[in-house]
């Protein structure tokens, strides 16, 4: 039959070949979406499918847009992510420079600093637990053995030491991608301009700031991009080292929405959450990705 | 008002020797050029004026000042390098004026200054381009007047040339020629192509091995080469070296063919002495084809082995003394292989290179 279909029809032998894909396509992603979208428009809830039935309209999104308990937690998101993405770049720029100029065990350090990214962000959340943990952790016994505090630090348990504690772990996990990035901007750079800004009348600092940095910049939107998709759906770490707690403090994005959808079963209003965080990822990318281009533009000329 | 000198200078990396000590003496607003083959030290040497390359032994003194541990931006030199080296997220007008806006001058004055070099250079209607939408010559061109806006002691060139097609080539050659004379400034100008050198130069400086083999201007250099090497980087085709010895007052080749001394050199040479007979292609001609044959000369019969019609010329590969030597032929006729003609070689313009040292049996 397919045979007689292709030989009838030869200009429909593309859109035979790209069947299987379509199918997969349609089943993974087109019809989640379909679905979500679907149920951010009902009051569904997973112990009531009959609920999924009842069509409301836009009423999840309108209680949304006036509950200060969704755009404290966004406004949160928008911060945490701003914070973590500037300090990883800071740090990861800082790490590409000094790892540039090592001439031996470069390879050994490089491989080093993507220890972090190997583990599960479970784990890491993990780890940090027991480092911020006030009576048991290791931090606090540190800062008491050196008598830099006789008292017990609430990390994890005070809003603004546990926005910083779980800042610092996904720091800690993640700046290795902004390193990464860079180090290989740094590699690809081009030694010519460099030496010509030197004749120029660059001093050191000067060469970075005019010469380096605007190189490498395309890189860093790139990491950018990744990091801010990365850091908008933060769950693993968050959950583990405060569970958005204390009183909702760490509630960041998606702990909220997992909360709403599976503790407090309105699977429907969750989904609506989720759709104005995607929309929230989407216009990150696009800033990113419009000052990625806007780089590029000049990077033709290297060679 | 610069001159640069160098004494003694001494590149090493680790203990690996690039630039074995070299003096040199350049003048205020002269152009010399620095010539030889990869690896030569050249482009190290040029690259110490710089202050790109630390100074492992001797003095660099730029205006009579030692630079030796002064940073580039404090030796008042720009630079030329091979690949331009545009800074590519700049537009051509904020590549002219980066200099000048990093020595803090005013909006106004590197404005003004940026559209001279831009007038002086042709490039008023790209001053807003991106280096990336510039052609090879016209990235050339930029790279040279952010070299001029400075207003530099002198100009360093390396390669500059070398990353251009052979037609933009001749045309840049010139403009760096016209530049020069537009901008009266030391020039220091790097690069393994003899016509540049010759083309370009109030002196040249012809390198080998970190050392340097001779200093002088083009003419001197082409019409009196030191040694071997010169003798055959400088001019193309290379001059001929054939080994000889000389007895009874004639120069005798391996194969036991006599020419007599050259009479300019009679009095420098004795019996015995093993010698290399240098002569240029352009001084072996066949008799009655040659441009000039009149002179002392010796003739002799060879046989074409190859001939290369070049339009006006021909250049013939042939045999004498066993040895492959080239010749050339001018005026409009065509050579078959395996032709025998009689030579004519113009002993007038013949060198002898004493064979042990490779050095020229002065007669100057």
Redesign the interface.
């Known amino acids: 039959m397919i045979r007689a279909l292709t030989t009838k029809r030869p200009e429909m032998t593309p859109f035979l070949l790209l069947t299987p894909a379509l199918i997969t396509m349609l089943f993974v992603v087109a019809l989640p979406l379909v679905f979500s979208l679907w149920t951010s428009l009902t009051p569904y809830q997973l112990t009531k499918p009959q609920t999924i039935y009842s069509f409301v309209g836009l009423r999840n999104y309108t209680r949304l847009l006036t509950d200060p308990g969704f755009w404290i937690p966004f406004g949160r998101t928008v911060l945490f992510l701003t914070i973590a993405l500037n300090l990883e770049f800071a740090f990861g720029l800082g790490i590409a420079l000094l790892i540039n100029k090592i001439t031996w065990g470069q390879r050994g350090l490089r491989t080093i600093m993507m220890f972090p990214m190997m583990f599960s962000p479970i784990l890491v959340g993990f780890q940090f637990k027991f480092i911020f943990n006030d009576n048991i952790g290791i931090l606090n016994n540190a800062l008491q053995s050196l008598g830099l505090t006789d008292q017990a630090i609430p990390w994890l348990v005070d809003a603004k030491l546990a926005m910083f504690s779980l800042l610092f772990a996904e720091i800690w996990m993640s700046t290795s991608v902004f390193a990464i990035l860079l180090l290989a901007g740094l590699f690809a750079m081009?030694r010519?301009?460099l030496?010509?800004?030197?004749?120029?009348?660059?001093?050191a600092f000067?060469t970075f700031r005019?010469?380096t940095l605007?190189?490498l910049m395309p890189f860093a939107y790139i990491a950018m991009t990744i990091r801010s998709l990365d850091v908008a759906r933060a769950y693993d770490i968050v959950k583990v080292m405060t569970g958005g707690g204390p009183a909702g403090r760490t509630e960041l994005l998606w702990t909220m929405i997992a909360r709403t959808g599976y503790e407090n079963a309105k699977m429907g209003q969750a989904n609506a959450m989720a759709y104005i965080s995607t929309v929230l990822s989407i216009l990150f990318t696009w800033y990113f990705y419009r000052k990625l281009i806007a780089?590029r533009?000049?990077?033709?000329?290297?060679? | 008002m610069a001159a640069i000198t160098l004494e003694k200078v001494v590149k090493k990396y680790g203990a690996l020797g690039v630039v074995h000590g070299i003096d040199l003496t350049i003048a205020h607003e002269e152009f010399v050029v620095l010539v030889g083959p990869s690896g030569c030290g050249k482009s190290t040497t040029l690259r110490m004026i710089a202050g790109l390359e630390d100074i492992t032994g001797g003095l660099v003194k730029i205006g009579g000042q030692v630079v030796n541990d002064l940073p580039p931006r404090k030796r008042n030199i720009s630079m030329v390098f091979q690949n331009y080296a545009l800074y590519p997220h700049m537009n051509v007008r904020d590549n002219l004026g980066f200099g000048l806006k990093i020595a803090g001058q005013s909006p106004a004055e590197i404005s003004k200054r940026v559209g001279e070099a831009a007038e002086i250079l042709g490039l008023t209607p790209l001053l807003d381009r991106t280096p990336a939408e510039l052609s090879g010559g016209q990235r050339q061109r930029v790279a040279m007047g952010r070299a001029i806006v400075r207003n530099p002691d002198a100009f360093l060139f390396d390669e500059p040339l070398s990353n251009l097609d052979a037609k933009l080539r001749g045309q840049m050659r010139a403009e760096i020629k016209k530049l020069h004379q537009k901008v009266r400034t030391t020039v220091v100008y790097v690069t393994h192509d003899q016509v540049e050198a010759m083309t370009l130069a109030d002196r040249i400086v012809v390198m080998k091995d970190g050392h340097i083999e001779q200093v002088g201007t083009p003419m001197q250099v082409f019409n009196h080469p030191a040694t071997t090497f010169v003798a055959t980087f400088i001019g193309s085709p290379p001059m001929n070296l054939l080994p000889a010895t000389i007895s009874g007052g004639a120069v005798r080749l391996a194969d036991g063919t006599a020419v007599p001394v050259p009479d300019r050199l009679t009095g420098h040479v004795r019996d015995g002495m093993a010698v290399l007979l240098g002569i240029r292609p352009d001084d072996i001609s066949p008799v009655g084809h040659g441009l000039s044959q009149d002179g002392p000369g010796a003739e002799v019969a060879l046989t074409v082995d190859l001939a290369e019609p070049l339009g006006m010329e021909s250049l013939i590969y042939t045999r004498l003394a066993g040895q492959e030597v080239q010749a050339k032929l001018y005026g409009p006729r065509i050579v078959a292989p395996g032709e025998v003609l009689t030579f004519r070689l113009a002993l007038d313009r013949a060198h002898l290179f004493d064979a042990a040292t490779g050095k020229t049996v002065r007669a100057l």
């Open positions: 081009p010519d301009p030496e010509a800004a030197k004749v120029d009348g660059c001093n000067q005019h010469i605007p190189f780089a533009r000049f990077m033709g000329g290297v060679q």
